[in-house]
Structures are given as structure tokens and as C-alpha cells.
């Protein structure tokens, strides 16, 4: 049984910072990928920012320069820094691991709005 467990959302000013985490416990074989997605009402799901084992990330265009991921690999937990926020990142943020036998965990999804 493999749990994924997010934490950080919330609601913050344009402009301000959140960080989100997310820790993967239980039974789970050695992770690969990890990383961040969102969906905004009437969206699709989009990837913001992938992080894989041997350290290269990828980011969506739109966070580029404000989102940072990085992860703790001891623990089995991603992060996502966000800053300079803006009314368009709010979203439900899901985080998703990959294991090395490409088996999929996503978590159960974070709030985020961003709003004055």
C-alpha cells in the first residue's frame, strides 16, 4: 500500500510564496520521476515542473524563473517552491512519482488560489 501526502496549499497574494510538499510512504520500489501537476477549473491537467533521479528538471513555460522542485530523495519527497504568484496559478496541485518499473502514484491534490 503506497500513500501519497500533500501539504502547503492554500491562499496567498499575487505576488507571494507557497510551498508545497509531498511525501510518498508504504511499500513503493525505487522512484524515478516525480513531480507537479495542476488543473484549474475547466482544464485539462498540466504539468508545472518534473524533476527526475538523476537530478535534470523540466518546467512548464508559464512558471519558468518563479517555481523551483527539488526533492529529498532519502525520504521520498518532492517539493514544489513557488514564488511571484499569480491569480492564473490557482489551481488544485496534484504531485505524481514514477517508480523505476513506470508504475504511476499521484497524490490526493492540493488547493492553491491566488487572489487579493
Known amino acids: 500500500q503506497v500513500q501519497m501526502v500533500e501539504s502547503g496549499g492554500g491562499l496567498v497574494q499575487p505576488g507571494g510564496s507557497l510551498r508545497l510538499s509531498c511525501a510518498a510512504s508504504?511499500?513503493?520500489?525505487?522512484?524515478?520521476?516525480m513531480g507537479w501537476y495542476r488543473q484549474a477549473p475547466g482544464k485539462q491537467r498540466e504539468l508545472v515542473a518534473m524533476i527526475i533521479s538523476g537530478g535534470s528538471t523540466n518546467y512548464a513555460d508559464s512558471v519558468k524563473g518563479r517555481f523551483t522542485i527539488s526533492r529529498d530523495n532519502a525520504n521520498n519527497t518532492v517539493y514544489l517552491q513557488m514564488n511571484s504568484l499569480k491569480p492564473e496559478d490557482t489551481a488544485v496541485y496534484y504531485c505524481n512519482v514514477i517508480t523505476l518499473v513506470r508504475t504511476s502514484y499521484w497524490g490526493q491534490g492540493t488547493q492553491v488560489t491566488v487572489s487579493s
Open positions: 508504504g511499500t513503493i520500489f525505487r522512484i524515478d520521476d
